[in-house]
């Protein structure tokens, strides 16, 4: 593998980020919310579990 020169590399992190194509605002919006919602309702669900899986166990500690 050839090397390459310091200059030469950042010419070419440079070339290839400028093929980036970024997210419009509009998208960025939408997928903050989208990220949110889904944010909550796994928090929702994971305190469910959580609430069972204690309920369950402090069943079988007061079998003890």
């Not at 593998?1 to 419009?24: D, L």
């Amino acid at each position: 593998m050839a090397k390459t020169s310091p200059g030469e590399f950042f010419r070419q992190v440079r070339s290839e980020a400028g093929k980036v194509v970024w997210p419009t605002r509009q998208e960025t919006v939408r997928t903050a919310i989208f990220v949110a919602i889904m944010m909550l309702l796994l928090s929702v669900f994971f305190l469910g579990v959580d609430q069972l899986f204690g309920f369950a166990v402090r069943e079988l500690l007061a079998l003890v």
